[in-house]
């Protein structure tokens, strides 16, 4: 497909109303793209990059599709995008466009997470718009969003031993207490592991995604994470800790502080975080910003105002 490309961070704006405007802009110079496939069709393609999930930021690309076979030239302001050759889910949807996020609440809600042999290609999807499309705020609209999956890796067993889990009642190929050395799980996918009080030495997590973990208690030491992204970061909806129930599971909950000691921040970016009641000490705070305003010259205001 060839297309002009947007920015969209649903934290910062809703794509409901950004994503009709952007079009409005590039429908107009459909016309300067060569050799569009017939029967005529616009797609709408979200592309995103890891860590994935919810309100995450993606790039998103309005255009048209195009034959394979076309050495036309990219109109200035475009880009040529290829669609990845792939199974899809395709859910039609008829009403209007303030009303399509149902399509994704049903792939991501109700679809996907029945489905033993199937599995989301996760960095991205489409919309697709033919002559059934009416306009955005028609009833009679009709959508197709093409989701990409693919058939899921049977899981590897290790060890024919099992353990009941306390929080969900599965069970657990059991591993515990097992000392495993020396071992590649590149592009290995862990799904429900118990790792409670495990040791990680002198592993590569490079690339790697973590999501829904449970780290309190956690101690991390002599650890490079150059690139890393901490998103969405919840802190505990109480006021104070419930130690007495099996960690891990729902009555279990752990609000005591979390600890920085000894790191090197250096270039760090805090966005659209909670930092109420944080407490710095003995920090280095040189070219430090706070909403662009160096905080070393409002610590000196401080000092001058309020010291004298």
Not at 146 to 167: C, G, M, N, W, Y
Not at 227 to 248: K, M, V, W, Y
């Amino acid at each position: 497909m060839i297309g002009m490309a947007t920015f969209i961070d649903p934290n910062r704006i809703k794509p409901e109303h950004v994503i009709p405007k952007f079009w409005q802009s590039a429908m107009p110079r459909i016309s300067d793209i060569s050799d569009v496939r017939r029967p005529f069709a616009t797609i709408g393609l979200y592309q995103y990059k890891p860590p994935f999930g919810s309100q995450q930021d993606y790039q998103y690309v309005a255009g048209v599709e195009v034959e394979m076979e076309s050495s036309a030239a990219v109109p200035e302001g475009m880009q040529e995008v290829i669609i990845p050759e792939n199974d899809y889910l395709v859910i039609t949807y008829r009403g209007k466009a303030n009303g399509l996020g149902q399509v994704w609440d049903y792939f991501r809600g109700y679809w996907l997470p029945k489905q033993d042999g199937f599995e989301a290609v996760e960095d991205y999807e489409f919309e697709r718009h033919d002559g059934r499309y009416l306009g955005t705020d028609d009833d009679n609209s009709v959508f197709e969003m093409h989701f990409p999956i693919r058939e899921r890796s049977k899981d590897q067993r290790l060890t024919d031993a099992f353990v009941v889990d306390e929080k969900g009642g599965h069970a657990l190929q059991d591993l515990r207490g097992k000392r495993i050395r020396m071992a590649s799980f590149r592009d290995a996918d862990f799904h429900g592991i118990d790792m409670r009080s495990t040791v990680l030495r002198h592993v590569n997590f490079v690339g790697a995604t973590w999501e829904h973990i449970y780290f309190s208690n956690l101690h991390i030491n002599e650890i490079q994470m150059g690139g890393t992204i901490f998103e969405h970061i919840r802190r505990p909806d109480a006021t104070e800790s419930q130690l007495e129930g099996e960690p891990g599971t729902e009555g279990w909950v752990n609000v005591e502080p979390v600890l920085f000691r000894a790191c090197d921040l250096r270039t760090a970016k805090f966005e659209n975080c909670d930092l109420r009641q944080v407490n710095l000490l003995h920090c280095r705070l040189e070219g430090m910003m706070i909403d662009g305003i160096p905080v070393t010259e409002m610590l000196e205001y401080y000092k001058q105002t309020y010291r004298k």
